[in-house]
T-cell receptor, first 116, second 108 residues
Framework: DSGVTQTPKHLITATGQRVTLRCSPR?????VYWYQQSLDQGLQFLIQ???????AKGNILERFSAQQFPDLHSELNLSSLELGDSALYFC???????????????FGEGSRLTVL | KNEVEQSPQNLTAQEGEFITINCSYS?????LHWLQQHPGGGIVSLFM???GKKKHGRLIATINIQEKHSSLHITASHPRDSAVYIC??????????FGTGTSLTVIP
């Protein structure tokens, strides 16, 4: 058990809909990362938050947004869903050695999104 | 353009063999991670490196910053090592770049 909790584990929805994925980091970890893993593109970095602030942005679509709340949990919002958004979405947290810097990653079990 | 290249893509080994997975990257990095993903999807971080070498049990990871290259070694491989191994680099801009993974199968 990594200590990172993601909900829901599985989600099936239709094109055009909107979903919210939730991540609770390990106790004390300030950084939260979101990743997408699809069959054709592998793992991709979406976005990082550190202590409530956006710290780094990767290949995140404009239809997607995220935030980190004062209690440090994070939500990833996916809207106007398309078939190609079907993927595993992972959250990871870390306790950086310096502010928002490199630290060991602890992954949640992922949320599997299927868009029909 | 792939910022991170891994090789081999697939690897089959007999139990007990010494295994090496290679990772080359083209960006400036703050750290390099080796990840393990078992069937069923969960990801575990094996190592985080910024220089030198680390060892954990039968696993050894090395990094050469000048050559922009890292290797993951598994000594005395075992069927439970069967998994996908992913190299991930944290760029100096705090962005992550991932290799496509190496699928390892260890046969008893």
């Amino acid at each position: 058990d990594s200590g990172v909790t993601q909900t829901p584990k599985h989600l099936i929805t239709a094109t055009g809909q909107r979903v919210t994925l939730r991540c609770s980091p390990r106790s004390g970890d300030l950084s939260v990362y979101w990743y997408q893993q699809s069959l054709d593109q592998g793992l991709q970095f979406l976005i990082q938050y550190y202590n409530g602030e956006e710290r780094a942005k990767g290949n995140i679509l404009e239809r997607f947004s995220a935030q980190q709340f004062p209690d440090l949990h994070s939500e990833l919002n996916l809207s106007s869903l398309e078939l190609g958004d079907s993927a595993l979405y992972f959250c990871a947290s870390s306790a950086p050695k310096r502010a928002a810097g490199a630290g060991e990653l602890f992954f949640g079990e992922g949320s599997r999104l299927t868009v029909l | 353009k792939n910022e991170v290249e891994q090789s081999p893509q697939n690897l089959t080994a007999q139990e007990g063999e010494f295994i090496t997975i290679n990772c080359s990257y083209s960006v400036g990095i703050s750290a390099l991670h080796w990840l393990q993903q078992h069937p069923g999807g969960g990801i575990v971080s094996l190592f985080m490196l910024s220089s030198g070498k680390k060892k954990h049990g039968r696993l050894i990871a090395t990094i050469n910053i000048q050559e922009k290259h890292s290797s993951l070694h598994i000594t005395a491989s075992h069927p439970r090592d069967s998994a996908v191994y992913i190299c991930a680099v944290l760029g100096t801009g705090n962005q992550f770049y991932f290799g496509t993974g190496t699928s390892l199968t260890v046969i008893p």
